[in-house]
């Protein structure tokens, strides 16, 4: 097993003119988890996603890396 972090948070939203709808936020804070492999991280950090920021998957980014 190896020690993982992840975090995710949601992307700008821009108007069609580029300014900023609604601001960038962090939805998961750095959070360690212990896994496999990095496949199985991302996979750990994907599923938690919280239920109210599904809709919005396109805005989301899920950073996952060793840690270390």
């Known amino acids: ?39 199985q991280a991302k996979t750990m950090a994907a599923r938690a996603i919280p239920e109210e920021n599904v809709k919005d998957l396109d805005r989301l980014t899920v950073a996952v890396r060793p840690f270390g």
């Open 1 to 39: 097993m190896f020690l993982y972090e992840y975090a995710i948070f949601k992307n700008e939203k821009l108007d069609k003119d580029g300014d900023v709808k609604e601001k960038a936020e962090v939805i998961v804070p750095i959070t360690l988890v212990l896994a496999r492999n990095t496949e």
